[in-house]
């Protein structure tokens, strides 16, 4: 009889789930990029029209059907990067779905593909904070790390991290029948049947050592404050102005506020009625709170309370983020994808700044 064994989640769950997401983006991204500058090409003639949720669909097909076939681990990388580029053609088209006119420029379409990428980046987050791995995990782990020894290619640091790996196993008596296997495993490691490579940094981690060299050579804590307030103190200013002229037309007649929210109707083809109106001055709210924040965040700075300041500008650019983004792209369509891109890199910035330079009982988030 079959029988369905309780799911667990692989140690490389958050490489996988990455390396997907980031697919994810740049296929949606590239695809409206190309479509734009290429004035929309179809493929096909005056029957057929070969859409490119076709060749997302594919792309998803060949993705699974790899991971049915083979069991080398780096397929499963070629197959995260595979499914992500699949789902990025596949929803980009998501506007002719949901409308019976087959409209592919329907506004509600840009909000979905975003907010589908935000629970993709979720999900990504909330595996990446897994729980510390069972035993049953810990031993699936190294059962598939040992695929290196059946390739001739375990390093020696990959050696030292499975045997460290196994000794937990081999100490715990919960399962006997793990430990024997784990103190078997450990014997043949440790045997001279084994025989491992010299470690070869990756091209990956050559990568990021280089960008650690260059950033603790050329932003010390000093010059990436100084940074960070110049970008705080170029948000404060146009929450000063934004506020100036909100107080200039609360305070002035009627005509004025009048005059405004007919601005907004003639100047956002989306606002067409109540609702969307709602909406829209809801984005609107939302940025100037987030501003406040921001300049909150800049006095905050000033008066060198970098984890306030840090914590400040982090809620204002996850709210941006989540919330007013999501609103944005319904509005301004992909025109805000710059936009969002320069608030996901702030975000990162400062989450930087205050893994490198704040002690974790400063920091505040």
């Not at 029988?3 to 409206?32: C, D, E, N, Q, W």
């Not at 019976?100 to 975003?114: K, R």
């Not at 107080?247 to 907004?264: A, F, K, R, Y």
């Not at 809620?315 to 710059?338: D, E, H, K, P, R």
């Amino acid at each position: 009889m079959f029988k369905l064994h309780r799911p667990l989640v692989g140690a490389k769950a958050p490489h996988y789930v990455f390396m997907m997401l980031i697919a994810f983006g740049l296929s949606v991204a590239g695809t409206r990029v190309y479509l734009e500058a290429t004035g929309y090409p179809q493929i096909g003639d005056d029957t057929f029209h070969f859409a490119h949720a076709l060749w997302g669909g594919l792309l998803l097909f060949v993705a699974v059907l790899l991971l049915l076939i083979y069991v080398n681990r780096w397929m499963v990388d070629l197959s995260a990067v595979l499914a992500g580029a699949g789902v990025g053609l596949f929803i980009d088209e998501v506007g002719k779905f949901i409308t019976q006119a087959n409209d592919y420029f329907f506004p509600l379409a840009a909000p979905i593909i975003y907010v589908t990428f935000l629970l993709t980046l979720l999900v990504y987050l909330i595996v990446k904070r897994r729980p510390h791995i069972s035993l049953r995990g810990n031993m699936y782990q190294v059962l598939s790390e040992l695929e290196e020894v059946l390739e001739d290619d375990l390093s020696v640091s990959e050696h030292a991290a499975l045997v460290a790996r196994l000794q937990p196993i081999t100490c715990q008596t919960e399962r006997p029948d793990l430990a024997a296997l784990a103190v078997h495993i450990t014997e043949f490691l440790q045997s001279d049947a084994v025989k491992t490579v010299p470690d070869r940094p990756a091209d990956l981690s050559r990568l990021l050592n280089a960008l650690r060299q260059v950033e603790d050579r050329f932003f010390s804590q000093t010059r990436t404050r100084r940074i960070l307030l110049a970008v705080y103190v170029v948000s404060a200013f146009s929450t000063l102005l934004l506020l100036f002229v909100l107080i200039n037309v609360v305070t002035g007649t009627n005509g004025e506020l009048t005059d405004m929210l007919e601005s907004i109707l003639l100047t956002q083809s989306y606002v067409s009625g109540p609702t969307s109106l709602k909406f829209y001055l809801l984005m609107t709210i939302l940025s100037l709170l987030t501003d406040l924040l921001t300049f909150a965040g800049t006095v905050a700075f000033v008066l060198k309370r970098d984890s306030i300041a840090i914590t400040m500008g982090t809620v204002a650019l996850v709210i941006t983020l989540t919330f007013t983004n999501t609103l944005s792209f319904y509005f301004g369509q992909f025109s805000i994808l710059l936009s969002s891109i320069y608030s996901f890199g702030a975000l990162l910035a400062l989450l930087r700044y205050r893994d490198r330079f704040l002690q974790p009982d400063e920091s505040i988030l």
